[in-house]
């Protein structure tokens, strides 16, 4: 499944321009969105996805109709020189086969990892 994710959250203190330095993260939200195609295909195929509490679940039609799933912060740090994130968030996307009304959640909530990929 295709994915974006943009990641809003609330620093401990200012970004500083210091390259050894990363600000912690104190809370927030991260936003992840499927890809052109995947909202539709998914009911075609018998398939519901949504955000395990305490993630959230929406829809949006901006050009093509797409599910979102929202998840709080619960930690990470961020920096601008050089550029850097590791966001920690709670929450899982779960899936139900609605042909036979069996689920994947992957085991319930969960806490996972975000990183920024390398920029050159």
């Given at each position: 499944?295709?994915?974006?994710a ?35 295909t ?21 050009q093509?109709?797409a ?8 930690g990470?740090k ?18 139900v086969?609605?042909?036979?009304a ?12 975000q ?6």
């Amino acid at each position: 499944m295709v994915l974006a994710a943009t990641t809003t959250a609330l620093l401990a203190s200012a970004v500083t321009a210091d390259a050894s330095s990363l600000t912690p993260l104190k809370g927030g939200t991260t936003t992840v969105m499927t890809g052109p195609g995947i909202a539709t295909t998914l009911p075609k195929n018998r398939l519901f996805a949504y955000a395990v509490t305490p993630g959230r679940t929406g829809v949006t039609n901006n050009q093509d109709l797409a599910l979102t799933f929202a998840f709080p912060v619960i930690g990470g740090k961020v920096g601008i020189k050089p550029l850097a994130e590791q966001v920690r968030h709670k929450g899982s996307t779960a899936f139900v086969n609605l042909a036979n009304a069996i689920g994947e959640d992957g085991g319930g909530v969960h806490c996972f990892t975000q990183q920024l990929p390398k920029v050159v």
